[in-house]
Every structure is written in structure tokens, then in C-alpha cells.
């Protein structure tokens, strides 16, 4: 169907210009022929050369700012929020900017979409809202319990949303997804931070006893789970979007290691996070039912996502530093 209008708040950072590309690229049928607008503050994590060679709109502003929000919403059918502060160590070191944007921010666009009438919006979230879990995995239904400050903002953005779809019938659903990887995150989170580390010959920092446990999700597996809520969700439902392979953070290293061609002396173990949560797991079984599937096997994403970096040396910078890239 031709004419369809999507708005994607986020759309300069890592998972939300994958999802850009891959509405531009035809990849989600029913929105062939979409025209895509991006708003998008470019923090540190946002990147407008994450968009370069993409025929999209892009406004640069505040997911908390109502008036920008009044002229941007109305017209687009479809609004996914990927939006957010999104790394738990910033939110340990400050946590005001977090629950701005992942709380405020995401009420301000709620109700700019219920003043423009939109049709459809989903708010993308995370398995950390629900705290850790030893063994099993949540359903959709299972109580928050956020842990760090980034889990907590979250879990308010997802309340508001869960409020709004209640209260005033907005069509708002959610998704909650796992550790996410696969080309151009901000070297920051620890697959892209130990890839470029170790394609220069640099130690890489382990966490505690390495025995932290995520389940890896590609970031195109995330975005087609994403696209299905949008088309088939029902408004105020929580959907799962599980990875492809469950792994301590010491296998995880290993595997970057081996294809990296280095060693355990490359590895520091350093004081562990603050408050780290031991494990996440999803039962995706709900968006399972709607016809969803991880395509990507954790083999095949990490090779390429270990070639892409090798491929982009401008990505190698010091995430410490904290500073905007220099492109
Ligand atoms: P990211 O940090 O790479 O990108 C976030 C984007 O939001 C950036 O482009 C940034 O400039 C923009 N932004 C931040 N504050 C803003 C504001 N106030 N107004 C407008 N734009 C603003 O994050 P990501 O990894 O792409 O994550 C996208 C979403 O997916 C987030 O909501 C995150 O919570 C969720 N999520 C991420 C993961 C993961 O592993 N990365 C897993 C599950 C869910």
C-alpha cells in the first residue's frame, strides 16, 4: 500500500536507523512505498551519518518538546519510538537525562499523538524493566522490577504508554527486546566495545566474574519484530522480542576473541557493575504467534558485524571519552 507516513523518533541512533533503512529498503512489505521522517536530538549516540544515503525528512529536536512535537506528528500514520538514553552505565554515573527523555519524553510524544489522532504507535523497550531473573524466563505479564536507573526510566516510559493506551484508547504498543548487536551501535555497549578494542590491539575490560548472562538479539531480527507489532499488535499489549543465543558475558568473550584472533591476556577483569543484574530472559511465545522468528544466527551476525567494524575504523573511538564523533 502506497502513501503510508512513519515517523521514527530515534532514527539517528543505532537500532532505530537500521529500522529506517530497512522501511526505505522495502524490507516490510505493506510499507514498500513509505515515506519515512526521522526526529532525532543527535546526542552523543545519534549519528545523522547513520541516515547519509537515506531519502527521509529529518528534524533535529527534543522528544520533550510538545510545541516541535504539534507540528511533526500530525500527518504520519505510524509512530515508532526508538528514542532513549540508553546505556546503564551513563544512568549510574547520572540518571536525570534518562528519566527526561525515556519518561517525559515519552509522554510528551503520547499525547501529541492522541491531540493528532495517529493510528498506530509503538513504544520499543527492554527485558531490563523486568529486573534479573536466575532461571526461566518472563512473560509479558510479569511485574517490573527495574534495577538500574536506565531499567527504571524505561519502565515508566512503558507505564505512561500502558496509561495512555487505557485511559484515552491511544493505539500504543509495546515491545521489549534483548541485548541487541550488529553494525553501527555506539562502541559504548560491550560487543562493538570489545570488537574495536581488540581490532586495534587494546585490553578489553570484563565485568566482575564475566558470569552475567544476556540473550543476543540482531538488531534486524529486533526490527522486523518491531514492524510486526506495528501491523498486527493489538493497542496496549506487551510483545516479546527474544534473541538467538544466551550467553555469560566469559563466552561472550571468548567467541570475540577467537574471531578476533586474540587471547584471555587481552581480557581485564574489572570492578563489577553497580547493581548488575544477573540474568534476562524472554518467552517470546505471544510474538511467536504472530508469525515471528529470529532469521539471524548469532554465528552469522557476529562475523559480520566483526567485519563491518573492520570495515570502519572511524568507529573506533574512546567511549570513555563520553565525546560526540567526529565525522
Ligand atoms: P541509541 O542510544 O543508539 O540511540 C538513541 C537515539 O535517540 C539517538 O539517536 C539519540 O540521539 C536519540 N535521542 C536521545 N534522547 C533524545 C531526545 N530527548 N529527543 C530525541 N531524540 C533523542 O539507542 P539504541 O540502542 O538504538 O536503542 C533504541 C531503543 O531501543 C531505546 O529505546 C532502547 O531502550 C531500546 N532497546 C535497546 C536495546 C539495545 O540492546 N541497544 C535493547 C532493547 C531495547
Given at each position: 500500500m502506497s502513501g503510508r507516513r512513519v515517523l521514527v523518533t530515534g532514527g539517528a541512533g543505532f537500532i532505530g536507523s537500521h529500522y529506517v533503512r530497512a522501511v526505505l529498503a522495502g524490507d516490510y512489505s505493506a510499507y514498500a512505498d513509505a515515506e519515512v521522517t526521522v526526529l532525532d536530538?543527535?546526542?552523543?549516540?545519534?549519528?545523522?551519518a547513520n541516515l547519509a544515503d537515506m531519502r527521509c525528512e529529518f528534524v533535529w529536536g527534543d522528544l520533550c518538546d510538545p510545541e516541535l512535537l504539534a507540528k511533526v506528528v500530525?500527518?504520519?500514520?505510524l509512530v515508532v519510538n526508538f528514542a532513549a538514553e540508553s546505556h546503564v552505565d551513563r544512568s549510574i554515573a547520572g540518571a536525570a537525562d534518562f528519566v527526561r527523555t525515556n519518561v517525559l519524553g515519552v509522554q510528551t510524544l503520547l499525547q501529541a499523538c492522541l491531540e493528532a489522532g495517529t493510528s498506530r504507535i509503538v513504544q520499543v523497550s527492554t527485558d531490563e524493566v523486568y529486573g534479573t531473573i536466575d532461571s526461566g524466563s518472563w512473560d509479558?505479564?510479569?511485574?517490573?522490577?527495574?534495577?538500574?536507573p536506565y531499567a527504571a526510566s524505561k519502565a515508566g516510559g512503558d507505564l505512561v504508554a500502558r496509561a495512555y493506551a487505557i485511559?484515552?484508547?491511544?493505539?500504543v504498543s509495546i515491545t521489549r527486546c534483548g541485548n541487541n548487536y550488529g553494525?553501527?551501535?555506539?562502541?559504548?555497549?560491550v560487543i562493538p566495545l570489545f570488537i574495536t578494542r581488540l581490532l586495534e590491539g587494546r585490553k578489553v575490560p570484563l565485568y566482575g566474574d564475566g558470569g552475567n548472562v544476556r540473550d543476543w538479539v540482531h538488531v534486524e531480527d529486533h526490527c522486523r519484530g518491531v514492524q510486526l507489532v506495528a501491523e498486527r499488535g493489538e493497542p496496549g499489549e506487551v510483545y516479546h522480542i527474544a534473541g538467538t543465543a544466551e550467553l555469560t558475558n566469559r563466552e561472550l568473550t571468548e567467541r570475540l576473541l577467537r574471531a578476533c584472533g586474540r587471547?584471555?591476556?587481552m581480557v581485564e577483569y574489572v570492578a563489577d557493575r553497580?547493581?548488575?543484574?544477573?540474568r534476562y530472559s524472554l518467552d517470546d511465545s505471544k510474538l511467536r504467534g504472530l508469525g515471528f522468528a529470529p532469521r539471524i544466527s548469532f554465528d552469522e551476525g557476529l562475523a559480520e558485524t566483526i567485519r563491518w567494524y573492520a570495515d570502519h575504523?572511524?568507529?573506533?573511538?574512546?567511549?570513555?571519552?563520553?565525546q560526540k564523533r567526529d565525522y
Open positions: 536530538k543527535l546526542t552523543y549516540a545519534g549519528n545523522p500530525p500527518g504520519h500514520d509479558e505479564d510479569a511485574a517490573l522490577r527495574p534495577r538500574s485511559t484515552h484508547s491511544l493505539p553494525p553501527r551501535q555506539f562502541p559504548e555497549k587471547d584471555w591476556d553497580k547493581g548488575h543484574d544477573r575504523a572511524e568507529w573506533r573511538i574512546s567511549p570513555s571519552a563520553g
